[in-house]
């Protein structure tokens, strides 16, 4: 499977993370446009190329920023760069790598929907990312939209909506409004409104507006234009980030393709093609679901069951353990529910507990019983406040109906399988490894 590199266009050039090197190469030539235009027009090309977010959620970026005018504009933009997904590099590796093609796409929707300052949250854990955003910041810091970066401490919950970075912005706790279905743009410091982006949102805005669009012209599919970089890591022989077109291949092509498939003297088992709330888990027969998010269920009510995620891909080969999987995506999900609601903060702690004895040879026929009626509980989004909950609980309901085989076997034995610890994490894993 071939690369089609949009986002990351020029990221092999030589310190292209400095502003006269950027610039050389054609940097800042799709903000300087931008300012030529009036805020409609922007909009319009935007709508017109299609772009949508790039987070998970594949919202159209041009009906936000429509809202955003017709309610006298938006005080700020806030880029989300916290990650807080367990195998999401795609946006760290971009403020690290192409900071200045992140900030100019920042500057772009500012002016779209009349901003006057950007914020920029990132997880205070991501040194390299921080340290290079805060130079290309100063290096640029005579622009008419001034750029503050606000560092946030971990761990973070996941799958939070927008909210999570205003209340963290605003010296909140790390847990979600209760009003992110409510119509209107959410509120930041109680002075004005707010626009909120995945940061690798942004990073498509000065190619788009350079080219008038035309850069998705013919690439991706009908409902999604463009290219998404897949986050691609675990067992398999080149974990790395893969830029690829939407629509041109499957995940089969991206994990065997382009990552190389499984080490020798092993077979692939199943992957998580959307991380930790993959549903379903694609076994190998499985692997064949195009990279389309139009053609899949969750976002876009297509054929393909599931959900197509925003691009967080982990592949498990023989030597993984699914029961093991799903402790350890319990545990991570515990020991980050913000504690604000109760199915999520006593629903996953007790998951975790659960899945812990059965890995260990402890756990009952009836504890894998309530493990399955818990998790069918706690999936109702109704009874959250956020989907951090209601994703743990859909992760492993999708691990217990792919091998229903395997969990029943740990029940009064422990685990039968002889696994390897050697899985690359996100933290080893650059650009390429």
Do not use: N
């Not at 422990?414 to 050697?422: A, E, H, T």
Request: charged share 20%; hydrophobic share 40%; proline share 5%.
């Amino acid at each position: 499977m071939k690369e089609h590199r949009i986002l990351f266009d020029g990221i092999d050039t030589p310190d292209v993370d400095r502003w006269p090197v950027y610039q050389s190469h054609g940097g800042g030539e799709g903000l300087r446009r931008a300012q030529s235009l009036s805020p409609q027009t922007i909009i319009d090309e935007v709508g017109s190329a299609g772009l949508r977010g790039r987070g998970g959620a594949w919202r159209l970026v041009d009906v936000r920023w429509r809202q955003a005018r017709a309610e006298g504009g938006a005080q700020y933009v806030v880029v989300d760069l916290l990650e807080s997904e367990p195998g999401r590099f795609r946006d760290r590796k971009l403020a690290e790598r192409h900071p200045h093609r992140l900030l100019e796409g920042a500057r772009i929707a500012a002016h779209a929907v009349g901003a006057s300052c950007v914020y920029v949250c990132i997880a205070a854990a991501a040194t390299r990312a921080r340290q290079v955003l805060g130079q290309a910041i100063e290096e640029t810091g005579d622009q008419a939209i001034p750029i503050h970066l606000h560092p946030v401490q971990g761990p973070l919950p996941l799958a939070t909506g927008d909210s999570l970075a205003l209340e963290v912005l605003q010296g909140g706790r790390a847990e979600p409004r209760a009003t992110d279905d409510v119509p209107g743009l959410p509120r930041l410091f109680s002075t004005g409104t707010a626009v909120v982006h995945t940061a690798s949102t942004l990073g498509y805005l000065p190619s788009l507006l350079t080219t008038a669009g035309e850069i998705f012209s013919g690439v991706g599919s009908s409902w999604a234009p463009g290219t998404q970089a897949f986050c691609v890591s675990g067992l398999v022989r080149r974990p790395g980030l893969y830029e690829v077109e939407l629509g041109a291949g499957t995940v089969r092509d991206l994990v065997e393709g382009a990552a190389g498939g499984a080490r020798h003297d092993q077979a692939i088992k199943f992957v998580l093609h959307a991380g930790y709330g993959s549903t379903p888990v694609l076994r190998d027969t499985m692997l064949d679901r195009e990279l389309d998010p139009g053609g899949w269920a969750d976002p876009a009510a297509g054929e393909i069951s599931g959900a197509f995620g925003g691009g967080v891909v982990l592949v498990a080969d023989d030597s993984v353990c699914a029961v093991d999987t799903a402790r350890r995506l319990a545990h991570t999900f515990a020991d980050t529910a913000c504690g604000k609601c109760l199915p999520c903060r006593e629903g996953t702690a007790w998951l975790q507990s659960a899945l812990e004895g059965l890995e260990q040879g402890t756990g009952t026929a009836r504890d894998l019983e309530w493990v399955t009626r818990r998790c069918a509980h706690l999936s109702s989004s109704d009874l959250s406040l956020c989907g951090h909950g209601p994703m743990a609980a859909r992760g492993i309901q999708a691990l217990l109906e792919a091998f229903p085989d395997e969990f029943a076997s740990h029940v009064d034995g422990g685990c039968p399988i002889s696994k390897d610890l050697s899985m690359k994490v996100p933290d080893s894993v650059h650009v390429r490894y």
